[in-house]
């Protein structure tokens, strides 16, 4: 069975940096676009960023500049890199992807969620 598994959250200081990884487990043709969400204590899960099939991205005014959202199909893997960390980005991050199989459908998943903490 096919999931997206996430790795790479962690404990970090204000202005330090982390990579976030989101691999699909299982047998699949491609990830055609992905999306990173998150969603701090007591707030909505809001979208961070996204990733088309065709390789745009597009970006929440808060991270724009320090963010970055990449699809390594070779890997069948996404990422968000992560740099100049603030308090306020301390959240469970969650990877939502549309994986294509070689049958030619593509499903939606979601990832377990990854907690990133940033200290002031």
């Known amino acids: 069975q096919v999931q997206l598994v996430e790795s790479g959250g962690g404990l970090v200081q204000a202005g330090g940096s982390l990579r976030l990884s989101c691999a699909a487990s299982g047998i699949i043709f491609s990830i055609n676009a992905m999306g990173w969400y998150r969603q701090a204590p007591g707030k909505q899960r809001e979208l961070v960023a996204t990733?088309?099939?065709?390789?745009?991205?597009n970006y929440v005014d808060s991270v724009k500049g320090r963010f970055t959202i990449s699809v390594d199909n070779a890997k069948k893997a996404g990422y968000l890199q992560m740099n100049s960390l603030k308090p306020e980005d301390t959240a469970v991050y969650y990877c939502?992807?549309?994986?294509?199989?070689?049958?030619?459908?593509?499903?939606?998943?979601w990832g377990q969620g990854t907690q990133v903490t940033v200290s002031s």
């Open positions: 939502n992807a549309d994986l294509r199989y070689y049958s030619d459908r593509t499903y939606n998943y």
């Open positions: 990733i088309t099939s065709a390789g745009s991205t």
